[in-house]
T-cell receptor, first 113, second 112 residues
């Protein structure tokens, strides 16, 4: 089945710094989604991307659907303590089995005040 | 609009027992998916139901089963619990398979 490689696995950053994380796939994806999960809670959708090259913002968050359709990026600007959590990429691949949402293993973000 | 509701939030069971978890999707959503989340394995897909039919199934043993009712509410059952079944079980609902999935807060299962 499809696999998503998400990196980095974890990050420690200073409050106010910008953050970048990415996700790559061996298959072409039709949809890319970015979720954030706080401890003890379920993932919450941050941004959804539907077209190659699409760049979408949600406040300080910006995500892009890669031109090759095999990758996606999430940037967080001017990080704050409440950005702490695990960020997951997910997507629907093309072809057989495309109905199943595939998840990356997550990027754990820690923000040092 | 109410979000996805999962009950109970926490469960403690012993090996060999069975457990049933419940999920109420967002009103109007007909697709319900279940995931197992553990620190080492991330989110692992269990199965997906739509209109009371299981449409997709992940790579889990037959001890894991589920069903969906006519009101789209879903339950998953794990029989003969093993220590390795300790995890956060997440339910997600969507309008249909290819739409965005919205997650509940999960049920934390501990098997002793």
């Amino acid at each position: 089945g499809q696999q998503l490689n998400q990196s980095p696995q974890s990050m420690f950053i200073q409050e106010g710094e910008d953050v970048s994380m990415n996700c790559t796939s061996s298959s072409i994806f039709n949809t890319w989604l970015w979720y954030k999960q706080d401890p003890g809670e379920g993932p919450v959708l941050l941004i959804a991307l539907y077209k190659a090259g699409e760049l979408t913002s949600n406040g300080r968050l910006t995500a892009q659907f890669g031109i090759t359709r095999k990758d996606s990026f999430l940037n967080i600007s001017a990080s704050i303590p409440s950005d702490v959590g695990i960020y997951f990429c997910a997507g629907h691949a093309t072809g057989a089995g495309s109905y199943q949402l595939t998840f990356g293993k997550g990027t754990k973000l820690s923000v040092i005040p | 609009k109410a979000g996805v509701t999962q009950t109970p939030r926490y469960l403690i069971k012993t090996r060999g027992q069975q457990v049933t978890l419940s999920c109420s999707p967002i009103s109007g959503h007909r697709s319900v998916s279940w995931y197992q989340q553990t620190p080492g394995q991330g989110l692992q897909f269990l199965f997906e139901y739509f209109s009371e039919t299981q449409r997709n199934k992940g790579n889990f043993p037959g001890r894991f089963s589920g069903r969906q009712f006519s009101n789209s509410r879903s339950e998953m059952n794990v029989s003969t619990l093993e220590l390795g079944d300790s995890a956060l079980y997440l339910c997600a609902s969507s309008l249909d398979q290819k739409n965005i999935q919205y997650f509940g807060a999960g049920t934390r299962l501990s098997v002793l």
